[in-house]
């Protein structure tokens, strides 16, 4: 337990932790900024650097990879009551990351992430939903994000709970070969039907926005509809490939922005959306179906949309409600 012996300053012991399988090749940094949380990365350096952090009683560098059986010396710190308060979550958030969760196995953890939320901590964001499981699994040696969806989308969120399980997620993402499916509100009737847009996208050096670009990477996405209402309609959208927003772009750029988007959409109609209850961006990361390669375990996984979305959708006197339950993980 963490002792105070100066004001202001709170002392956290030495711990010795036995490196596991599921931790198996990964980087001893990496491993350390998991573990000392709210401790800057330059921090965890100098400690490495200096020795204080030892496996099996011997020095290593960052780049160590960690191997089962392994010992390692978490050295003891003195930090300030602003870190140590920073180093622990508001419990509410960390009760509700955890109540997202749809599956769990031995392989992977899979979470309704809500809107709003980040996946993982960064400039001005302290926690994200990778942090926050970290602190609600604390014995777990690896919880790693086998991929990424924006802050303000809402849906399926894929966690490894082991380095080999992290690295077939991550060449499935790359392949391709994950189906990825999203329930989204779009400006205006839709009246093509099902349509398929194929525009590579390019992301700006600043600023952070993506543009349609012939140069730029492939990007795929297929829109299906779903409901039609008087302003706008509810389509699922299916995409396989992962560019940084690229259902967002994509359906910009063929004149029906999301719902609520406030970097491609359209201001009028997000005003008008906000009329219905929306405070977000209505897109949601509804399914995943994928096959992990070792286990030939098929995952078909469901999130079910968040409840102020269900309510919007009410609102404008939708009659499909897609809130659809139970999770579904396949057959080995």
């Given amino acids: 337990m963490s002792e105070v012996v100066d004001k202001g300053m709170t002392r956290e012991p030495v711990r010795y932790v036995e490196i596991g399988p599921e931790a198996e090749g990964q980087r001893v940094d990496n491993f350390l900024a998991g573990r000392m949380k709210g401790i800057p990365a330059s921090h965890v350096y100098r400690l490495l650097r200096s020795g204080q952090v030892r496996i099996n009683g011997g020095r290593v560098k960052a780049g160590y990879r960690l191997r089962a059986g392994d010992r390692l010396r978490i050295p003891p710190m003195w930090i300030r009551d602003r870190e140590a308060q920073r180093a622990a979550p508001p419990r509410a958030w960390v009760k509700a990351a955890l109540a997202g969760i749809l599956l769990e196995d031995d392989d992977v953890i899979v979470i309704n992430k809500p809107g709003g939320m980040a996946v ?52 499935l993402f790359r392949r391709g070969a994950v189906r990825k499916c999203y329930a ?9 039907g099902v349509r398929r847009v194929n525009r590579p996208l390019s992301r700006h050096p600043s600023g952070g926005r993506v543009s349609v670009d012939d140069g730029g990477k492939p990007a795929r996405t297929l829109f299906r509809p779903v409901e039609h209402f008087g302003v706008a309609t509810l389509v699922q959208a299916t995409i396989d ?92």
């Fill in 120 to 171: 993982h901590s960064g400039s001005n964001i302290d926690w994200g939903l990778i942090e926050l499981l970290r602190h609600g699994r604390p014995d777990a040696q690896v919880l790693e994000l086998a991929h990424r969806i924006d802050r303000h989308t809402s849906g399926c969120v894929v966690v490894a709970k082991y380095r080999p399980a992290l690295n077939a997620l991550h060449e």
């Fill in 184 to 192: 989204t509100l779009l400006a205006g009737q839709w009246r093509d």
């Fill in 241 to 332: 490939t992962g560019r940084t927003h690229q259902i967002r772009v994509h359906a910009a750029s063929i004149g029906h922005p999301v719902a609520g988007d406030t970097k491609y959409g359209d201001f009028e109609f997000n005003r008008r959306m906000r009329a219905f209850g929306l405070s977000r961006m209505f897109l949601h990361a509804e399914t995943l179906d994928f096959t992990m390669p070792v286990t030939g375990r098929r995952y078909r996984l469901t999130a079910p949309l968040d409840p102020e979305l269900i309510s919007v959708l009410t609102a404008m006197g939708g009659g499909n409600q897609r809130a659809c339950g139970k999770v579904v993980s396949g057959d080995r």
